[in-house]
């Protein structure tokens, strides 16, 4: 305390003393954790009361030193004096700490009910989870019935291969696409009768022979989804032109262009045969119906 402070402004210095304990313990508080709240209030009530007993004793010296002044001034500075430590009594901070703490229980409390209930429910989750064990027990009904059905692409290989050993014959594989019925044709004239032609050609040449001879071909041109006939020119012109699959309608008019009986070896029929009267020797094919991820097939049939 300065030897020239007067009483108003030790007073003053006083409040501002208080407001900044008052900060000072607010952040005690608010950093105290539970385990450490009690230690906190017993710290602040001595702060608040080593403060207190440090201004009275401040108050007491400068009165000491300029005498008892005037009585009612002397009054009205001990009513304030009275007043401000009504406001940071020890007591009083130790009822805010203590109400606060009742105040904090109910919230904690209730944390606590809500751990013992566990985790809140994520529907969402829930039901996506749910719809992937829907669709992974259709999955598995599904393969047990497939593992059910017969296995159609080993029963058309096992019956083709015994189908070629009876006749002493072997598959010769062709690329699985839409000219395997032309490259196949084309390796069988090569290797059967000498006869040496490109893909192109033979799609130029069954067009052409299906144009010459509508009536004939008309017939094969009916579609059975439309219940009407296709129009032989654009059919035509598909079959030249594109990479279209070929069929029975191409194998008879490349039979007929090439004067050649056409064997077509399948499973579960006869061996299909086209242009028997042909002079020429005999052109062999065989057809696939299941053996190829493309679908329909034809290879070529070689001697063994």
């Not at 608010?30 to 207190?52: I, P």
């Not at 020890?90 to 606060?100: F, R």
């Not at 033979?202 to 006939?229: C, G, V, W």
Request: hydrophobic share 30%; aromatic share 4%.
């Amino acid at each position: 305390m300065s030897e020239f402070e007067t009483e108003d402004e030790l007073l003053a210095r006083h409040r501002k003393e208080n407001k900044e304990l008052i900060a000072n313990i607010t952040g005690l508080k608010k950093q105290a954790t539970k385990s450490k709240k009690k230690e906190v209030q017993r710290k602040c009530a001595d702060m608040e009361l080593k403060l207190k007993e440090k201004h009275e004793q401040e108050l007491k010296e400068l009165r000491s030193r300029g005498g008892d002044g005037n009585l009612e001034e002397s009054k009205q500075v001990e009513q304030d004096e009275d007043e401000d430590d009504d406001e940071l009594t020890p007591e009083k901070l130790l009822a805010q700490l203590e109400l606060e703490k009742k105040e904090e229980e109910p919230k904690q409390q209730q944390q606590k009910q809500q751990q013992q209930k566990g985790p809140k429910r994520n529907r969402q989750k829930e039901r996506l989870a749910k719809r992937q064990a829907a669709l992974d027990e259709q999955r598995k009904q599904a393969e047990e019935e497939a593992s059910l059905q017969p296995d159609f692409k080993k029963i058309e290989d096992e019956n083709i291969k015994s189908l070629c050993s009876i006749a002493k014959l072997k598959e010769f594989d062709i690329k699985p696409d839409g000219n395997c019925l032309f490259a196949s044709i084309a390796d069988q004239l090569k290797i059967r009768q000498g006869v040496e032609v490109d893909i192109k050609t033979l799609r130029t040449q069954a067009a052409n022979h299906i144009r010459k001879d509508p009536d004939t071909f008309i017939p094969y041109l009916f579609d059975e989804e439309t219940m009407s006939l296709k129009n032989i020119d654009e059919y035509t012109e598909k079959i030249e032109k594109t990479a279209a699959w070929g069929s029975d309608l191409e194998i008879l008019a490349l039979s007929k262009e090439y004067d050649s009986p056409i064997s077509v070896m399948m499973t579960g029929r006869s061996t299909l045969k086209i242009n028997e009267d042909g002079n020429n020797e005999e052109l062999k094919l065989v057809y696939y119906k299941h053996s190829y991820a493309l679908g329909e097939h034809y290879n070529s049939l070689h001697d063994l």
